[in-house]
Structures are given as C-alpha cells and as structure tokens.
C-alpha cells in the first residue's frame, strides 16, 4: 500500500517557467489538499478537493492551479513560477475533510531562482 | 478567528528524560485534535486523536491529553529517543468543517 505519492521530490525552477506538482493516493480518499510549509509559518491550505470533479481554493491559492479528474489523483500546478514559492509543498488525504486524519506524502521541495 | 499556538518553539533535551509539549487552541466549536510527527524531510505522521470527551490517550510513549474547557493540549514524551527529534505539530478540526487548523510546531531535538 503505497499511500500519498508525491513527484518530483526536488524541483529547481527558474522564475516565469511553469510545472506541475504531482500526487497520487491509493486509499480511496475522497479529501485530498495541497499545503505548502516555510519556516516559521507551519502548513498553510493552497487548494483542496472533496471529491472528483470539484475543488476549492484554500488560504493561500494565488499562483496554483489544481484540477481532479479522478479519485486517486490531484496535480498541483504553477502557473509562472516566482521566488515567494520557494517552499516545501505537502499533498494529503483523507476520508473525510473535518477528519483530521491526513495522510501526507514526503514532500517536494521547489526553489524558483 | 480560529488560531492554535504551540510552545515551545524549540526544546533541547538528553536522551532519556522525558518532555511535554503544550499546545492552546482558540477553535469554535471544537472538534478534535491530533498530534502530528514530522520527521526532518517527510511528511507529517498522526500520533494520536484527542475527541472533545477524552481527557488522555497513550501511544506507546507518546501520552496526549486535552483540557476542553481551557483549551489547552499536551504531548508528554517518556523516556526519550534519539528518534524523537523531529516538529510535533498540533491540528485541530471544528465541527463547522472548515479547514484543519495547524499550529506551528515545535521543533525537539533529543541529544546523547
């Protein structure tokens, strides 16, 4: 069972390029939310889904675009990357989106230059 | 507006004592709450649940607890590991639905 899997691990983009974060899960979760994690700030919501077909903007959605067409997938997608989305960014899911329990994936960690 | 404030930020301590984390939590109505371990470079784990009417849940060494009426929290960690260092993060969840509410963490770091 493999759980949330999240591609690349380690991205290096250069300002204005674009690219697509990808994530999958395998539990069938209907809840999946990307975050991203800077130090001192801890995880902040970017987009969510509560099912396919239909998904959210969370509290810091500027710059992403998501999209779910099926269950087990939820491609977080820059639109024209910048220096303030250097971060760590965090896919989960859940069986429900008021149950805390998530379940993440290792993370990718981006650097826009 | 719905806020969780762990504490420390930070803790130091020998491999072998014990430690407690605190976590308060302004969310309404409440929920629950969990704890979350994240070891460097992966992502958070659930260490255990804390429902509005539990006072104290164990897992293995890892002992929650929850004050619903002060909104207050705790992580008591016994007999410390090297393998405890890692961010304990606090989440809670209100019965309205919304979005899980992240505490900061607090960063341990257990030493020989």
């Known amino acids: 069972n493999a759980g949330v899997t999240q591609t690349p691990k380690f991205q290096v983009l250069k300002t204005g390029q674009s690219m697509t974060l990808q994530c999958a899960q395998d539990?069938?979760?209907?809840?999946m939310s990307w975050y991203r994690q800077d130090p001192g700030m801890g995880l902040r919501l970017i987009h969510y889904?509560?099912?396919?077909?239909?998904?959210d903007q969370g509290e810091v959605p500027n710059g992403y675009n998501v999209s779910r067409s099926t269950t087990e997938d939820f491609p977080l997608r820059l639109l024209s990357a910048a220096p303030s989305q250097t971060s760590v960014y965090f896919c989960?899911?859940?069986?429900?989106?008021?149950?805390?329990?998530?379940?993440f994936g290792q993370g990718t960690r981006l650097t826009v230059v | 507006k719905n806020q969780v404030e762990q504490s420390p930020q930070s803790l130091i301590i020998l491999e072998g004592k014990n430690c407690t984390l605190q976590?308060?939590?302004?969310?309404?109505?409440?929920?629950?709450l969990r704890w979350y371990k994240q070891d460097t470079g992966r992502g958070p784990v659930s260490l255990t649940i804390?429902?509005?009417?539990?006072n104290t849940k164990s897992n293995g060494r890892y002992t929650a607890t929850l004050d619903a009426d002060t909104k207050q929290s705790s992580l008591h960690i016994t007999a410390s590991q090297l393998s405890d260092s890692a961010s304990y993060i606090c989440?809670?969840?209100?019965?309205?639905?919304?979005?899980?509410?992240f505490g900061k963490g607090t960063t341990l770091s257990v030493s020989s």
């Open positions: 539990m069938n979760h209907e809840y």
């Open positions: 889904s509560v099912g396919a077909g239909i998904t």
């Open positions: 989960a899911s859940s069986y429900f989106r008021t149950d805390t329990e998530a379940f």
């Open positions: 989440v809670v969840t209100s019965q309205a639905g919304t979005a899980l509410i």
């Open positions: 804390m429902t509005f009417s539990e």
């Open positions: 976590c308060n939590y302004t969310v309404s109505p409440f929920s629950n």
